[in-house]
């Protein structure tokens, strides 16, 4: 089983900031299957990056994604005020696995 | 465009069973999965299991292996999870979301349901 590591739990930052969360793998993980997702409170998940790298429909050109075998990484370059939310990758080798999620809240 | 509706929050005694509903429209059904994730208060998700309707065998997580049923009909475009022998630790948000990839259990989800809050307490 392939257990994801988000870091930092929360991140503190200002509108404007540019944020740089980390998902590590336990064991590599083939680009194409990392995804992310944003979730505010009381909402679903949202798809934002599929294959590591490729925004999903209709998301803004300041989130971005990147990485390879066990480090990955999300960036948003510069947040906007409704960027702070909670922030989870996933795999799906055998079976679906998410990290424990990244809380960007405003400082 | 897939919409995915869930059925509305329920509130389930110790030790007895729960059965979320979970129903597509405007889009194919059949050929792509429908998976179930799970989320605790203030916790993380956590994958349960999913269906490809047209293949009707569900795969589960082995956390819940034996307490989870997952099903489909696809004459009504929805599918169903049934989680038994309800425990406190059960009370979570439960979502049901579409798979991306065409008769593949594995992939990403998108769209996912509104959620539906199950509450165990006796």
């Known amino acids: 089983e392939i257990v994801l590591t988000q870091s930092p739990g929360t991140l503190s930052l200002s509108p404007g900031e540019r944020a740089t969360l980390s998902c590590r793998a336990s064991?590599?993980?083939?680009?194409?299957?990392l995804v992310w997702y944003q979730q505010k409170p009381g909402q679903a998940p949202r798809l934002l990056i599929y294959g590591a790298s490729s925004r999903a429909t209709g998301i803004p050109d300041r989130f971005s994604g990147s990485g390879s075998g066990t480090d990955f990484t999300l960036t948003i370059s510069r947040l906007e005020p409704e960027d702070f939310a909670v922030y989870y990758c996933?795999?799906?080798?055998?079976?679906?696995?998410f990290g424990g999620g990244t809380k960007v809240e405003i400082k | 465009q897939v919409q995915l509706v869930q059925s509305g929050a329920e509130v389930k005694k110790p030790g007895s069973s729960v059965k979320v509903s979970c129903k597509a429209s405007g889009g194919t059904f059949s050929n792509y999965a429908i998976s179930w994730v799970r989320q605790a208060p203030g916790q993380g998700l956590e994958w349960m299991g999913g269906i490809i309707p047209i293949f009707g065998t569900a795969n589960y997580a082995q956390n819940f292996q034996g307490r989870v049923t997952i099903t489909a009909d696809e004459s009504t475009n929805t599918a169903y999870m049934q989680l038994s022998s309800l425990r406190s630790e059960d009370t979570a948000v439960y979502y049901c979301?579409?798979?991306?990839?065409?008769?593949?259990?594995?992939?990403?989800?998108?769209?996912w349901g509104q959620g539906t809050l199950v509450t165990v307490s006796s």
């Open positions: 996933q795999q799906y080798g055998s079976s679906p696995g």
């Open positions: 064991q590599s993980v083939s680009s194409s299957y």
């Open positions: 979301a579409r798979g991306v990839q065409l008769y593949q259990l594995r992939g990403w989800f998108d769209p």
